[in-house]
Each structure stands twice: as C-alpha cells, then as structure tokens.
C-alpha cells in the first residue's frame, strides 16, 4: 500500500468533496434505493453549493485521505448537533466517512477513523458518535470493531423514502 496522507479540506476542495462524495454515496446505496430518491437527495444534499455553505460553517470539518496524490475519501466531523440522549457529554459527529471503493480493504477507513478519533482526543471531546443505515451491516461491524455501540435511532430520509439510521457512540479516552 502507498502512504496515505490526511489534510483537512478548505473551500478550494469543493469540487474534489463534491466528486468523492457523490461517487461514493451512489455507489454505495444506489442499487438500494430507486433512482428517483437517489437523484433527489443527491441534488439537495450533494451539490456544490450545499458542500460550500458546509466548509462555510465553523462548526463542520473536512478531512480529506489521500493515497500518495490521488484523494481517495474524506471524513466530515461536527459539533453542531448532539442527540438528547448524549446530553451530559462534550460530543463530536462523524457525519460522513465516504472511502472510494477502489480504496477499500486497504486500511483507508482505518486511517482516517484514527484521524478523527485523534483530532476529537486532542480537542477534549468525551465521546464521538455517528448514525449509519440500518442495513449498512459492513459499516455497523466496521464501527462495533473500533468499540462503537448502539444507542438509538432517527429518521433519515433519503428523497422521499423514510429510512432509520441507528446511532453508535464510542466514549474518547483521555
């Protein structure tokens, strides 16, 4: 494997985040999901614009992965929305960890699940936590590994279609 290098991403990546992020959702949910869903929720959540008012707002972080030059995935981290249920604690989100899959199986997601746990470390976060489709059954497994367990539900709809992400939590150590 070639060395892989994390930088966070600035307004100038807004289209590179754009491309990963769309190759990698459709990938990975398109034969799931009806086509028209997955148009309408790429068009909403996916754009260009949507991703720049995103790196915009303070409280979203970007970390893009790269294998030597090529950039194969990225992380999105916030401190904006904490669910009831972790009240009490200083909690970061990994909102997105979209790995191309040509990249995966090759310690990408391992890496930059690091990353992420590392920056919340360094930062005094007590614990970090996600929501992940509830038939994402690789990436649930991939979360129990690095010691996330569950601790609720929400709604995540997908263009009209109403789907339910279960919520995983790992608590930092200090």
Partial sequence: MSDLTIRRATVADVLLLTKLGITTFVHAFAAYNTEEDMDLYV????????????????????FLVFDDTEAVGYAKVRDTQTPEELGGYLALEIERIYILHTAQNKRVGSTLMQYCLDYARDRKYTLIWLGVW??????????????????????????????????????IDS
């Fill in 43 to 62: 068009a909403a959540e996916m754009g260009v614009e949507k991703i720049t008012a995103e790196l915009a707002d303070t409280g979203n972080i970007f």
């Fill in 134 to 171: 509830e038939h994402n059954h690789g990436a649930i497994r991939f979360y129990e590994r690095w010691g996330f367990s569950l601790f609720g539900s929400h709604p995540f709809i997908l263009g009209k279609d109403h789907q339910t992400d279960v919520l995983m939590k790992k608590e």
